[in-house]
């Protein structure tokens, strides 16, 4: 889990190595890996945690429609080309 400690208008980002950290800046990959350390902007970074201990990604929150994931697989995440809109009532 990673841990995150505000100093004025700079935060540093401390992960152990059962997580792995994706930090974007600008849509792009700025620094990926497992137990990274560094200082960021938090009004201009975006950061992904993503425990490598096994895990679940669902798609659209239904339960029956996901993927899951451990040591060896590789998944990508992209935006979709459409969305559904959910009608209840």
Known sequence: MANIRNFGYFAQLRSDASSHIIRFRNGRIR???RGLVFWFSPKTASIAELPMDG?????????QDHIGFDWG????IAAA?????????
């Open 31 to 33: 620094q990926s890996g």
């Open 55 to 63: 895990g679940t990604v669902f798609a659209d929150g239904i339960e």
């Open 73 to 76: 697989r590789q998944i990508t």
């Open 81 to 89: 080309e459409q969305s559904l809109l959910l009608i209840t009532g």
